[in-house]
């Protein structure tokens, strides 16, 4: 069974302070993908990576960053959280060459920003 | 550009009446389609893809190219279907669209007894 997991379910961070949100998936997917999910606009991707190291520009990036220096472990950036970006972020993955129904989602991460 | 409309945010329903959950999408390629649902408190799950031309969970969907709609259909609602829908479209050939999906905005269905 698929397990893709993300480090908090519930997240409040202040103005302007960095925030890490952490996605681990233990089965040596390649691409690993991160979303936001916000009512009224479904899900947005953000950033995807197809291979440690690699990342490539989802739709909404601005604000945004990613690390992947391994690949079981898929990183989002917030280097200065604003109030816009309180959203619940979901990431996933799948594999390379798999078909892109066949990604698998982690439970979400609900951040706030004060 | 790809796509993906759901004009309805809000669907409410009775039980055992008919729901149609609307989606449109636009695409200069072929595309493939699909549904996702998410139930409270859980995670975002595929629920039925246009290629495999299945039922699940009493819910059809058919992909009519003329009208680039893909519309998903349940002829009795229960109350255990509701939950956030959304549709979703993936471009087929291409790599910068390879592996990715394009997301509605949802449709949050709501089952009355």
């Not at chain 2, 291409?94 to 709501?110: N, P």
Request: net charge positive; with cysteine.
């Amino acid at each position: 069974d698929v397990k893709v997991t993300q480090s908090s379910r519930y997240l409040v961070k202040r103005t302007g302070e960095k925030v890490f949100l952490e996605c681990v998936q233990d089965m040596d997917h390649e691409n690993m993908f991160w979303y936001r999910q916000d009512p009224g606009l479904g899900l947005r991707l953000i950033y995807f990576s197809y291979d440690v190291k690699m990342k490539e520009k989802g739709d909404i990036p601005e604000g945004y960053s990613v690390s992947r220096e391994k690949k079981e472990r898929f990183s989002l950036i917030l280097e200065s959280a604003s109030t816009n970006q309180t959203s619940m972020y979901l990431c996933a993955s799948s594999l390379r060459g798999g078909r892109a129904y066949e990604q698998y989602f982690g439970p979400g991460t609900r951040l706030t920003v004060t | 550009a790809q796509r993906v409309t759901q004009p309805e945010k809000l669907l409410s329903v009775f039980k055992g009446a008919p729901v149609e959950l609307k989606c449109n999408y636009s695409y200069s390629g072929s595309p493939e389609l699909f549904w996702y649902v998410q139930y409270s408190r859980q995670r975002l799950q595929l629920l039925l893809r246009h290629i495999s031309r299945e039922s699940i969970k009493g819910f059809t969907a058919d992909l009519n190219k003329g009208e680039t709609s893909f519309h998903l259909k349940k002829p009795f609602a229960q109350e255990e279907d509701s939950a956030m829908y959304y549709c979703a479209l993936s471009g087929q050939g291409t790599t910068d669209s390879w592996g990715k999906l394009q997301f509605g905005a949802g449709t949050q269905v709501v089952v009355t007894p």
